[in-house]
């Protein structure tokens, strides 16, 4: 009886072996690449759930292939992040999105198209979530990277403004304030002094002194420009 019993066990075990190795998919290159097209031409299209459907097939093949962190991989999961997004399924994903884009930092670098993009859509996340303490080095990545494309000056606009609000919603008043004294000075060398823009960046620093108690610089501040405040 107990050698009918192990012979019954062994073979049970070599069924579910066979069965869960036929179950595996064997991946090769040519394979990766099929469904990477299928991928492509589903977002083409705008079907994002058979783009998704496809995209997470082309992830499981590229990480048979691949390393998790060689070049491909990363671009790939990147493609994903972004059906998902065009899909208004991101908040789905969250872990994977912030995996693209600190992958993506390490290996392809800071201003690589891959990063820029996993960026963007890490910081998206993150706002949606509210945490915008964790959304602020995203922002001051951005500035610092167009600071050093001078066609970017209107970009490092948007992201200085960004930031400063980030800053004010998380109660870094000083730091708000030196965000604030710097976006004025590029917004008036960009529009002029009397732009409309301008007088927006002066009232958020006006508020910004009141909320730091720093009354002097208040009081310069409205006289100058000739603001009717009270803090």
């Not at 970009?155 to 976006?183: G, I, P, V």
Request: proline share 2%.
């Amino acid at each position: 009886m107990k050698r009918n019993s192990l012979f019954l066990s062994l073979l049970l075990s070599m069924f579910l072996w066979s069965f869960s190795s036929a179950d595996q998919e064997v991946w090769t290159e040519k394979k990766l690449g099929q469904v990477i097209m299928k991928a492509e031409r589903a977002a083409m299209r705008k079907k994002w759930s058979r783009a998704i459907q496809y995209g997470e097939q082309m992830l499981s093949g590229s990480r048979a292939l691949d390393k998790k962190d060689l070049p491909r991989y990363i671009i790939l999961l990147k493609n994903v992040n972004s059906y998902y997004d065009k899909a208004g399924r991101l908040q789905e994903v969250p872990a994977q999105v912030k995996r693209a884009y600190l992958l993506s930092s390490e290996k392809l670098g800071l201003d690589h198209p891959a990063t820029m993009k996993s960026r963007t859509l890490y910081y998206k996340i993150l706002i949606a979530d509210k945490k915008y303490l964790d959304a602020i080095p995203l922002i001051s990545e951005k500035i610092a990277l167009s600071e050093k494309n001078a066609k970017m000056e209107y970009q490092t606009l948007q992201y200085l403004t960004t930031l400063h609000s980030l800053y004010a919603l998380t109660r870094q008043y000083e730091k708000e304030e030196k965000t604030l004294l710097k976006l004025l000075d590029l917004n008036t060398i960009l529009v002029g002094i009397e732009d409309e823009s301008n007088s927006r960046i002066i009232l958020d620093l006006a508020n910004n002194y009141c909320r730091q108690k720093k009354y002097e610089a208040f009081n310069r501040l409205i006289n100058t420009h000739h603001l009717k405040l009270v803090c």
